[in-house]
């Protein structure tokens, strides 16, 4: 039962990763209909921002804020750093592409990506880099029996989940959030109605980034080591949990990014480390196959 | 004379005073193709080439060869594979497995590669590749990491982990071996070159055309009589097979394969490869492996920047170039460019063989006539329709009698168009029967109605943008023809009398709608009305009895309208049955036999043209309720 | 009466093809202005280009004399042009509601919360269906309250002309009627500015003060609707007057 537990928590925790990428895949081909190959690399960006913020003057943000006032700061500084690069990446690699169709687009992604996890190298360098243990916290705390769960792991899980639910608020609840639908649903009508549509685009291209590059430090400061093509791998596992939840579906793409960590987290304790992306993988393409608008997705028809 | 067919018309003329010019353009490009040969046989001699450099040659033609394979998938058919580099592992592993435990020589395992790979991509793009550009995109990727993280693993002891397969052989042909980098520099550039004559007489076939067909219009390809699943799971495996093949000679030019070869990274850059030398163009790909292997070369003393050159560089290119640096230009080769043989050097000539061998009467079946009996070429019984919960079409019947116009009115939204597609075969209806000449054809795939002679035309054009009038004329000839791959990949004589065949088909056709000096242009670039008639033609190239057409006149002017109604009349004569849906009253009760009065998915009424008219249910229905 | 809308040779294409050529209209304030035509005539073309959806290739679209050439398109429902598009167009997974209250989205910030109250609560007399469906998703609808909702969703903002795209489209004739009659009372009860857009040209012209019959492109005819309604090219192409003379 303790594997359970344990593989509960570590599938939550990176469940969550998942899903705080897969927003930001989401809300991107909801507006743009791309699947945004750079997104990946953005949360390797996240990743080394926030290491670059705990070990910047020998660990000074620590030595001011402490432990968890530093992390605060290096998110916060994360964040925005990385939701600026999502516009610059919009304005500089789709906007002139985006007339030219859909193909261009994806090559434009794909060099996009190529571009920032090249540019990620060339300034960090090729090999791994780990998160300094002095500004990691190390706490932990007994759940119930001898399950014993870290602090930061705990940390880590609930603000994702608090996120998770402040988007599901806003996505869903507000009038800016269903503008937000709306555009993803019909550009024209929106615009008719009075919704700017680049507003929109600047405002996917800054909050799906920004919550990349959150998982970003999260992933860094539970899994120390980072590395500059860190993304790729969780960007693909993120867009299949956007599958798994109906593509352009926020809501949807948030539990397909918890259901696909838990499962993963299963498979790993249960029955293989090795083979569990294989798994996943596997899962993807039966989805497909048997439910390709996801599993909370709607029918849609193409018309003749 | 409109304007916009005055300007065209000048456009033309200027494009044909231009190909005066390609004779001598064409001898420069002959010229260049001899010097650029030449260029590559002498470079493993040229000074100042090491062996360094001539394995750079031997990259580029296995990225040359892995390019061309992922051409035929992603630009001649449209499909979206990032995946291209798991077929390549599998030729590779399928190589050093069987070599290094069964010993089996590598020429014999070159096939045998790309037998592996194929088939493998059978078995895995079966149930997939009906999927939609996205989905596909990322199916492919996973695709690609389940083969690279198996490798990985090490299944069965097999493929030996991250630390891949040592001492595989080299190809040996008995009387020699392919050993040194120059040896297998031309052992590579020989296979390419094989490939693309292979290619380029496919590309110029109907199965290269079904496959661009697919590319620019899937549903228009299909309701055209193109088995649009068969075709792209016949690119998906020729494609793959390639790649398996390049497996083979990288394990047998390395002796060594690790599951680092193959990384997604692979699959990106084959992609690119596609994408910059612009989709479907062979030249185009052989341009792109060379960009993508050299360039990294030329940068090499800034190591570490070079892939972030080649990152931005993309993005520059499909600003600049979206289409990519060498794009197929088809307006500009002419007939010729169909590559059929022994074709007159006067087009006007090949028209008038067409006009003499053209059929001047629609052909009647022998047997199915009998079985029709009363004259009835359509009939729908109780056909029904649902849209999630609306009801589009409800319990309709429709009796179309042989040799007859009828035509299908009623308000928009009426569901007019989807009771064609009913009949079409797009959609399959939820209850009810559609009989062709007697026979049910409600459970049959649109590409398997067009062949028993019911054709259609869509109300919003569907043509192929981007291929001549004549190419999409000769679609509609597709169905009827037979020969496949082999003989389209060997330009067999029997295959080179039919595309004969097809082509004069078409160009009876396309003169018959007067488009005919319009053949060479690309759909796209025609006026609306021009393009909604060369529908027409596409639709009669496939020799239908029945022609079923959405909305023939809408857009049209007046001038335009009346040589509409003069054509169908003149395909009536010629012994067709036309069913329309019309909203220009003009041409309804100037030319229909019958009509039938659709409203709200029910029929209200079927009767003679100006009886319809004095009917108050129609009146009230379609035409306005007088106040 | 002053000139609310006025379209001077207005040009549009989509490529080489030319959608309108050189069409000119004048909508004074408080008409109801139709525009009747066949399929492809060109009718859908001219509100999408006096909403700012598709770029003009010469000509102007003046609301009151200003032109709207410099604005961006969604800039256009805060001055008061409010499209009704064709195929209602609704947001299919947004509740009714949400459909509604995005009606408001370019007026909210300048309009009390009670004006947007009152005019909400005048939308739901119009279309009482609508209160009664207000947390469904508006693509479970029908098509009839779905149009309702499309015009609903038009006259939140309390726009100053209404451009209405064939709201009878593939609507049963008593929903026609139904349409009809509310698109009379919006008039009447707000003085709202119409141009209206329709197949069904003796329904059009029955409330219209005013008609334009637009033929590939082209205006090939206007004047006043009650003289429309007897001209003789009108009623053989349009108002079936054929019949009558088969009959």
């Known amino acids: 039962m303790d594997m359970f537990y344990e593989q509960l928590v570590n599938g939550l925790a990176i469940g969550s990763f998942y899903a705080l990428v897969a927003i930001g895949y989401s809300m991107v081909y909801g507006v743009m209909k791309l699947i945004n190959f750079a997104h990946g690399d953005l949360f390797t960006l996240g990743s080394y921002l926030g290491y670059t913020i705990l070990v910047a003057g020998s660990g000074w943000v620590t030595g001011v804020f402490g432990v968890w006032g530093g992390i605060v700061v290096s998110i916060l500084g994360a964040m925005l750093g990385v939701g600026l690069a999502g516009l610059a990446l919009e304005r500089v690699a789709y906007k002139p592409v985006y007339k030219a169709g859909r193909l261009p687009l994806v090559v434009s992604a794909l060099g996009a990506s190529i571009f920032l996890s090249n540019g990620i190298m060339a300034v960090w360098g090729p090999r791994f880099q780990a998160y300094p243990m002095t500004s990691v916290p190390s706490g932990s705390l007994v759940l119930f029996g001898d399950f014993r769960i870290t602090v930061l792991k705990l940390v880590t899980i609930i603000i994702s989940l608090a996120l998770m639910a402040l988007i599901y608020f806003i996505v869903e609840k507000t009038l800016f959030g269903a503008a937000i639908r709306a555009a993803a649903l019909d550009r024209d009508t929106a615009t008719i109605l009075g919704i700017d549509f680049r507003k929109i685009i600047l405002f996917v291209f800054f ?17 120390t080591r980072i590395i500059f093509n860190l993304g790729w791998g969780y960007g693909l596992k993120a867009f299949t949990a956007v599958i798994l939840g109906g593509i352009g579906n926020i809501p949807g793409a948030m539990l397909g990014g918890l259901l696909l960590g838990l499962m993963e987290a299963m498979f790993e304790g249960f029955v293989s480390g090795a083979w569990k992306n294989v798994f996943v993988f596997i899962i993807l393409i039966v989805i497909l196959i048997v439910r390709p608008t996801g599993i909370i997705g709607e029918k849609i028809a193409e018309k003749v | 004379m409109s304007d916009v067919t005055r300007n065209f018309l000048q456009r033309i003329a200027r494009l044909q005073k231009r190909s005066a010019f390609s004779a001598l353009d064409k001898r420069i490009q002959w010229g260049l193709l001899a010097a650029l040969a030449v260029f590559m046989l002498a470079y493993p001699f040229l000074p100042f080439i090491n062996n360094y450099w001539i394995d750079v040659g031997f990259f580029v033609g296995i990225y040359a060869l892995l390019g061309l394979s992922l051409n035929i998938i992603l630009g001649e058919v449209g499909l979206f594979n990032l995946g291209q580099a798991a077929f390549y592992a599998i030729g590779a592993y399928t190589t050093a497995i069987l070599y290094t435990q069964l010993h089996i020589p590598i020429i014999i395992l070159l096939p045998i590669s790309a037998l592996v790979a194929g088939g493998f991509a059978y078995l895995v793009a079966s149930p997939i590749i009906h999927l939609r550009g996205d989905y596909l995109c990322i199916v492919t990727i996973g695709i690609g990491e389940i083969v690279r993280i198996t490798a990985l693993n090490n299944p069965f002891g097999l493929t030996n982990g991250a630390n891949g397969i040592t001492g595989i052989g080299n190809p040996d042909f008995g009387l020699f071996a392919v050993r040194t980098s120059t040896q297998f520099y031309y052992y590579i550039w020989i296979i390419v070159g094989l490939v693309i004559l ?11 055309r079904a496959w661009n067909y697919i590319r620019e219009d899937e549903i228009a390809a299909e309701a055209n009589g193109i088995d649009v699943r068969h075709y792209k799971l016949l690119a998906f495996v020729i494609g793959t097979a390639l790649a398996g093949i390049a497996g083979n000679v990288f394990g047998s030019k390395f002796m060594i394969i690790s599951p680092s070869n193959f990384t997604f990274m692979e699959s990106c850059l084959l992609f690119v490869i596609v994408l910059l030398g612009g989709l479907g163009s062979i030249p185009g790909s052989l341009l792109g492996a060379a960009i993508i292997v050299i360039f990294p070369e030329i940068f090499r003393q800034f190591a570490t920047y070079r892939m972030l050159f080649f990152g931005a560089i993309l993005i520059i290119m499909m600003i600049f170039r979206p289409e990519g640096i060498l794009p197929r230009r088809r307006e500009r080769t002419g007939l010729r460019g169909l590559g059929i043989r022994k074709l007159p050097q006067d087009e006007g000539k090949l028209l008038e063989e067409a006009l003499q061998k053209a059929p001047k009467k629609v052909e009647k079946p022998g047997q199915a006539n009998a079985a029709s009996g009363e004259g009835i070429a359509l009939e729908t019984q109780h056909v029904s329709m649902n849209f999630g919960g609306l009801v589009a079409v409800n319990k309709f019947d429709l009796k179309v009698r042989e040799g007859e116009i009828t035509s299908l009115i009623g308000p928009n939204g009426a569901g007019k168009t989807t ?50 009038c004549i190419e999409n004329v000769m679609s509609g000839a597709h169905c009827h023809a037979h ?36 053949r060479n242009e690309l759909a796209r670039n025609l006026p609306y009305g021009k393009q909604k008639t060369l529908e027409i ?14 909305e023939p006149s809408s857009g049209l002017n007046d001038a335009e309208t009346e040589e509409l109604m003069g054509l169908l009349t003149r395909l009536v004569a010629e012994g067709f049955t036309l069913l329309l849906i019309e909203h220009d009253m003009n041409v309804v009760m100037g030319i229909s036999n019958s009509v039938t009065v659709m409203e709200m998915g029910t029929k209200i009424a079927e009767d003679l043209p100006r009886k319809i008219y004095n009917n108050p249910k129609v009146i009230e229905a379609y035409l306005g309720k007088e106040e | 009466m002053s000139t609310l809308l006025s379209v001077e040779n207005l040009t549009v294409a989509y490529g080489a093809v030319e959608a309108l050529k050189g069409i000119s209209l004048e909508i004074p304030e408080g008409n109801i202005a139709a525009v009747l035509g066949a399929n492809g005539a060109g009718k859908t073309t001219l509100l999408k280009a006096i909403s700012g959806l598709i770029p003009i290739k010469s000509g102007s679209i003046k609301l009151r004399g200003e032109d709207l050439s410099r604005y961006p398109a969604f800039h256009l429902s805060e001055m008061g042009i ?43 007399t119009l279309f009482p269906i609508l209160k009664v469906r207000r947390k469904q998703l508006a693509g479970t609808l029908s098509g009839g309250e779905q149009q309702m909702l499309s015009i609903g969703r038009g006259l ?6 209404l451009l209405l795209d064939e709201p009878s489209l593939g609507l049963a004739p008593v929903l026609v009627l139904e349409i009809f009659r509310v698109i009379r009372q919006i008039h009447e009860e707000q003085g709202v500015t119409i141009l209206l857009v329709e197949q069904n040209a003796r329904k059009a012209l029955g ?37 009558a003379r088969a009959g």
């Open chain 2, 419 to 468: 009771l064609f597609n009913v009949i079409t075969g797009i959609y399959r209806p939820e209850s009810g029967k559609v009989l062709f000449e007697g026979r049910e054809i409600s459970n049959l795939k649109p590409h398997q109605i067009i062949p028993r002679g019911v054709a259609r035309t869509f109300q919003n054009i569907r043509l192929f943008p981007s291929l001549t």
């Open chain 2, 198 to 208: 292979g290619l380029i007489n496919l590309q110029k076939s109907r199965v290269g």
């Open chain 3, 207 to 243: 409330i219209a003060n005013y008609g334009y019959i637009l033929e590939t492109g082209k205006i090939a005819l206007h004047d006043a609707a009650e003289a429309l309604k007897t001209n003789e090219h009108v009623k053989s192409a349009y108002l079936g007057g054929q019949a």
């Open chain 3, 156 to 161: 939140v903002s309390q726009p100053k002309i």
């Open chain 2, 483 to 518: 020969h496949g791959l082999w003989a389209s990949i060997l330009h067999l004589p029997a295959q080179q009398r039919e595309e004969r065949h097809i082509l004069n088909l078409a160009a009876y056709r396309l003169h018959q709608v007067g488009l005919w000096e319009y």
């Open chain 2, 537 to 550: 033609a596409r639709a009669l190239a496939s020799s239908p009895r029945l022609l079923i057409l959405d």
């Open chain 1, 207 to 223: 909050v799906g980034p920004a919550l990349g590059g959150l998982a970003g430090v999260f992933a860094g400061l539970n899994y």
């Open chain 3, 82 to 124: 409010m499209h009704v598009p064709e195929g209602r167009r609704v947001f299919a997974t947004l509740s009714v509601e949400e459909n509604l209250n995005l009606g408001s989205w370019s007026t909210r910030r300048k309009t009390p919360a009670q004006d947007l109250q009152r005019t909400m609560e005048w939308i739901y």
